[in-house]
């Protein structure tokens, strides 16, 4: 009996070790995404989660056209006196400010590529290339300043190449001639700025451009700001004759992250007012 005993528990015992085993080995082979976890004896249901209660909202895999209106910012996010207006598309073909048409201002040959992409995509919608998603636009104006913001959806590895061209800029940009157009010369200036610890990646630029229009001096001030959350990102072109207003470009870079954040965390910002010019 003590024989028979000890090999039904040597059975026994075998039989447990190759079902772990087997369950281990499954278990290895299957997507990490794929596999269960058990909470811990004790734990909430929303332990680690941030929310307070229910299961917290998955982020969106895509940025969605929806997603991407959604995450813009209004007038009421950058506060003064801006103004929402229809057709920031056009800006880059027509853009009056004051007397002084900026579009023609912008328009003009530099002799470095790096130098050339910067000028082409001032008040365009591909600073950053062409989009590979969702992209979405908005346009405000202020006296003589004018401010587009755009989120987009973009490819990794493009877009990681893209923020890797405007860091250098300040070093390959620094000064240049834009030449060409009904301008004349214009002297570029690049600077680099700092903007709010925001998203995961960011770059900040401060462009000036000097020349004449209709046989009088101008200069054109721009702030420039990327910042990247994920493969998404938001651009920002702020400014104008009158220079351009840091606390301006800081308040869209820290509201328009936020509402970003949201719209990739599966959530709707809250709505803010805007006026349409």
Known sequence: MATGTLLATAACSSGDDGAAAGSETAAAERPLAARATTPSVGASPSAGTGESSGAAPSPA???????ARNALITAADIEDDWVQVKDPQTWRDKLLI??????????????????????????????????SGASALNGFQEG??????????????????????LKKLPDTCDQFTLTGGDSGDRTVQVVETSLPDEGDARQGLTVTVKGTSNGDPVTLTLDVAVVRVGDDAITITNGGLDGADEDTTESAVEQGTERLKEVRAGRTPTPTPSDLD
């Open 61 to 67: 895999a895509t940025l969605s056209a929806t997603g």
């Open 98 to 131: 004051g007397q002084v048409d900026t579009a023609q201002f912008l328009t003009g040959k530099a002799e470095a590529a790096d130098c050339q992409r910067l000028i082409d995509a001032l008040y365009d919608e591909t600073l950053l290339g062409t989009p």
């Open 144 to 165: 003589d300043s004018r401010l587009l913001y755009q989120v987009a959806a973009y490819q990794k590895a493009p877009l990681d190449k893209a923020m890797d061209w």
